[in-house]
Structures are given as structure tokens and as C-alpha cells.
């Protein structure tokens, strides 16, 4: 399998070093299984400031609907004729459906009681019971719904992730429409295997881990990666081998991949880095869609708070990052425990 980059080198007379001719290389990468692009600048990585969360913690306070004291009051129930619950339940994760929906099954896990998580104060416990509430729901709906095949687990985490309340909480959808990522990948397994008569994961894998570039581990079914074209800051993706719907995330499958976002979290936290965005995606009726998470970091630029989404990822839809993957790589590996 080819991991396809493309090196420019761009050359103009600095200032700051008496205006002699100097190189800037950048790379352009293609993501082997989404064909998404994205480039990897040459800019100096400035270490980022501890922010104080505390003014944003204490103002979402006073106006959270997934508190304890108000949650059951406010937030909606199930239809009956699509599933047999009002709501879905785990410990103190609580499913219901998603007052704003993003379509025709659109639901929220609130993950605990607690109003505030910090991303190294979450628990295997934590997400245990958000994942196996959302993955109730989800289960139930394929009774009713068996044409909403294309399903995500998703997770905003703080308003710069786009999440609009502080309170920990998933995003759940089982659709019939994919999404455009799902088109891009479906269509490269199908062109990969209709070309080259292959498995486009089984190649995948088994050239990451040959490279050993960006490989993080291997645990529990699940192939531990860093995305060599990120979609974000930087991208980690864990491939769930031996998963088709997400009923078969259980046993050493779920230890490993709660592990896995833990020691993600641990990592992003190291980097004074406190927001981030997570989907794992579902495509449950077919057998060539192996299911899988990716995990990004959100992040503002110094010193003016500038948006790391320029016109570059909204208009051009490629991703840039001073970030290279595999000095991520060699980075997150003390902070992986699976």
C-alpha cells in the first residue's frame, strides 16, 4: 500500500537573517483510507499556556440540563414505536434523544453526575457505561430501523470542539444518509478491493506495521495508530479488527479501546491541550467497513486565541498542522499503558 506524499519546498529572502534565500519544505499527504488531504508545515510549534478553565466551568453552572437535580425534568423521551424505552440507562449515564437533532435518529448519552470531567479525571467507569448506554440504544433501534445503517458515537468535548454544554455528553446517530466521511471511506475499501482484489484494511495494517512509523500498539482487537494525513492538530485512530456493529464492542475490545482514549487524553492534556473531538463509526450491513474511532485535538493559536480552521479546512477541505505524525508517535508512546 502507498502512503502518497508530495514535498514542496518553497523559497523566498528573509528578513530576519539579513535577507539571504531560504528554504521552507512543507508535505502534502494523501490518507490512504479516506483519500482526505493534508499538509505538514514547516512553521516553528510554540508550547502552548496552561488555560484557566474555571470562569467557563463555574458560568456553565448555572444553566446545564444534564445536572442531576434537573436532567429527567428537562430533557425529551424516546418514541415508543421506535424503541422500548423512554430512555436507556448505565450507572450515571443516561441516553435520550437529542432535543436538536442532527437527523432522523439522533440521541445524547450524558456520561455522569458530575458536572466537570477534567481529560485526566475520566474513568474507565465513566466511559463504560456512556459507550454500553449509547451502544443499548443503538441496539434496540436496529429492531425498529434496519435501514439506519450507518451509525457514530461522538464526543465534543468543551466549546472549542463545538461542544455548547460543559457537561460530559455523547452524540449518538444511526442514519440512512452516510455522512461524507463515510462516503469517502466505503468508496476507497470498494475501489481498493475492486482494483486490487485486496482487503484495504488488512493492507493497511499490515503496512503501518511493517513501517513502524506511526504504529502505537496492538491490544484487544484493536490496531492503535497515529493518521498519516490528520484531520485535525494530529489524529489518532484505532481500528477495531474483529467489530461489525457496536454490540461486538465488549469484553478485552472495550478495555482496550476505554485504555486506548484515556491514555489519548493523558497525552492531549500534556500538551496544555484541553479540548478534543471523537467519532467511532459503524456501517453495520457491510462486512468490508471495519469499524474504527479517531481522535483529534482542538486547539487556538497564540497569542490571539486564532482558530486553527482557516480557509484552507473550511473552504479547501485540507487539513494543516505544524504537527508531524510521527513525532506524535514517539511522543504518546509513554503515556500508552495498553
Sequence with gaps: MDFTKITKISRFRDPFQNFIEIE???????????????????FPIKVLEKIDLNPIIEKSKGICPFCPEIVEKVTPKFSSHLVSKDRYSRGEALCVPNAFPYDENSAVTVMT??????????THTILEDAFLCSIDYLNDLADTQKDAVYQSINWN???????SIIHPHLQI???????????????SVEKYMREKKRDLWEDFLDTEL????????????????????????FDIVGIMENVHRP???????MDSLITGILDILRFIDSLNMYSFNMSIYFFTNNSLFLPHIRICPRL??????????????MLHNETLTTLKPEDICSRIGVFWET
Design 300 to 313: 487556538s493559536l497564540p497569542p490571539l486565541d486564532t482558530c486553527e480552521i482557516n480557509y484552507m479546512r
Design 113 to 122: 453526575a458530575q458536572h466537570y470531567v477534567g481529560l485526566t479525571e475520566f
Design 24 to 42: 521552507k519544505i512543507s508535505e502534502v499527504r494523501t490518507d490512504p483510507l479516506t483519500g482526505h488531504q493534508a499538509r505538514i508545515l514547516d
Design 247 to 253: 454490540s461486538d464492542i465488549r469484553g478485552k475490545t
Design 157 to 163: 468535548y468543551f466549546p472549542l470542539a463545538g461542544g
Design 210 to 233: 511493517s513501517l513502524k512509523e506511526r504504529f502505537i500498539s496492538r491490544s484487544g482487537g484493536i490496531f492503535w495508530s497515529v493518521a498519516f494525513a490528520p484531520m485535525g492538530a
Design 173 to 187: 446517530i444511526a442514519s440512512s444518509t452516510p455522512t461524507s466521511y463515510f462516503t469517502s471511506v466505503i468508496a
